[in-house]
């Protein structure tokens, strides 16, 4: 009698508090789909054919999902001017202390640039191409990052999500493969 | 409601039938636990399902109705593992991104259960069903109605 009860409560105890992480669970790829990666500023001024920029995005997460940090954040960007290309892709890298992508919460990451090439900075576009390495659950099983597109003239504007892949690592032999949406 | 139990009390093979997927969901639900957290269970995770095995077996009361109990319990546990973690891929994700996280779930689940801690709970499973054969009188009541 006395060990059914027992069974029953642990039953009920544990089915309780799986009932929460499951909940939370069934929204994490939603999350991952909806993470919102917009260009706050760019604020730029040019010395002859040179620049320099502030550049500041912000990532939000829109879901109510728990459980996501933002670990790297890739810039890669070429600016397009007078109509063509002029500039050579730039490549960074911003390590940023692990920051929890909770409901609601919003991560700023802003970084300088000062471009290195004489070019033309009329009619001026700047595409970039972000990646964003995520911490999740899946961790130890899993390694899961996010890419960006977002174009801009100098103005505020939202990132369009083009990928997000998740590769098998450390324990998991499963051929690696990845998963885009 | 308390037809319902009686019916259960008086009944001891209605019990163990109803006993097994009671003891399968309890694992699952504290796998899952640790899977949509970690994702690989943490000792405290292997004790608690340790315990239930330890209790299932000795509500069994016997080596046989325990072993078969047991291995229908790891698999109700194991399917429903598998089934609730891959739903939510494969409706949020692209076809190959949802066989790919069903696959990553599946390794993490068998890397999770075998080969020890399945051992582990085989063995607590029997050792219940020993001390529930020898300590226990009577088939097992859940009758909690009457005293």
């Known amino acids: 009698m006395t060990l059914a009860i027992a069974l029953a409560l642990v039953t009920v105890t544990s089915s309780g508090v799986a009932a929460v992480s499951t909940a939370n669970y069934f929204q994490f790829y939603t999350a991952l789909g909806q993470l919102q990666l917009n260009l706050k500023s760019l604020a730029y001024k040019t010395v002859g054919n040179l620049a320099e920029a502030n550049i500041t995005f912000t990532l939000d997460n829109p879901t109510e999902y728990r459980g996501i940090s933002m670990l790297l954040f890739e810039p890669n960007f070429v600016v397009n001017a007078s109509g063509e290309t002029v500039t050579r892709p730039l490549g960074l890298s911003i390590v940023q202390e692990i920051s929890k992508l909770d409901p609601g919460k919003m991560v700023r990451v802003a970084f300088p640039f000062n471009s290195t090439w004489n070019q033309s900075w009329q009619n001026v576009q700047f595409i970039f191409t972000i990646t964003i390495n995520l911490s999740t659950f899946l961790d130890q099983a899993a390694s899961i990052s996010t890419t960006y597109l977002c174009v801009s003239g100098g103005s505020p504007s939202t990132c369009e999500q083009v990928a997000v892949r998740i590769q098998g690592t450390g324990g998991f032999h499963g051929g690696g493969g990845g998963g885009g949406f | ?147």
């Open chain 2, 1 to 147: 409601m308390e037809k319902v139990v009686g019916r259960i009390a008086k009944n001891e093979k209605l019990g163990e039938i109803l006993l097994v997927p009671l003891w399968g969901g309890s694992i699952a639900a504290v796998l899952f636990n640790s899977l949509f957290q970690n994702p690989y269970p943490t000792f405290l995770h292997y004790l608690i399902i340790f315990s239930l095995c330890l209790i299932a077996g000795a509500l069994m009361q016997d080596i046989a109705k325990a072993l078969l109990g047991f291995f229908t319990a790891m698999a109700v546990a194991i399917a429903i593992l598998i089934g609730v973690s891959s739903v939510p891929a494969f409706s949020a994700l692209s076809p190959e991104g949802g066989t790919f996280i069903e696959s990553l779930m599946i390794v993490i689940i068998f890397q999770s259960t075998f080969p020890i801690p399945f051992i582990t709970y085989l063995v607590a499973s029997m050792i219940g069903a020993l001390l529930g054969d020898r300590y226990l009188e009577g088939s097992f009541n859940l009758d909690w109605t009457r005293s």
